[in-house]
């Protein structure tokens, strides 16, 4: 099951203009299994993002207000920022959703625009989902992650295709693919 609370305006940006902006672009990772962190690096392997890791949701808080400590006095268009945050629901110290109000208060209290929270989660009854849109999350993405939701999130979000992934291949079988291919190359 696959739920989309809210979907952002579509960039007007070109797609290729958009790919070669990718490098710029970080995602937040947030859970308290090292092998879910891995996992979604691994996922988010095709898309060239910098995946910063937090294994809690105090974490994940203090991150987010220390980046955007560092950008206060520039543009922050101009300012290397998160995109997408990937949000686990259980964590010791502060759960998903707790530790998404913060961030969202502090994204408004600093007039800085939305971060896209993705709750990445096995919690997918009505309950979480009721809470989840309270708070501001974006999008309820079952575990285990279906790489073509995880496109499809991607692309509504970052603009930026899949443009590698072969039917029915996994982004860890894409990995795989991509580094044999380079290493055949040399």
């Known amino acids: 099951f696959f739920l989309m609370i809210r979907r952002p305006p579509r960039s007007t940006q070109s797609r290729s203009s958009a790919a070669s902006d990718v490098y710029k672009r970080q995602v937040h990772g947030v859970d308290d299994n090292m092998y879910n962190i891995l996992s979604l690096t691994a996922q988010l392997t095709p898309f060239k993002l910098n995946v910063l890791k937090a294994f809690d949701g105090q974490e994940a808080v203090e991150l987010i207000e220390d980046l955007q400590n560092k950008v206060e006095g520039c543009r922050i268009s101009s300012c290397k920022r998160i995109k997408i945050i990937f949000m686990d629901y259980e964590m010791p110290r502060l759960n998903g959703l707790k530790a998404t109000a913060l961030i ?77 291919e380079k290493k055949n190359k040399h």
Do not use: F, W
């Open 104 to 180: 969202k208060g502090i994204l408004e209290s600093k007039n800085i625009p939305d971060i896209p929270v993705i709750l990445n989660t096995a919690h997918n009854d009505a309950e979480t989902r009721t809470e989840a849109t309270k708070v501001g999350i974006d999008v309820i993405l079952p575990k285990p992650t279906n790489p073509n939701q995880l496109k499809e999130v991607m692309d509504n979000y970052l603009s930026v295709s899949y443009t590698h992934l072969r039917a029915h291949e996994t982004p860890e079988h894409l990995v795989c693919r991509l580094l044999l």
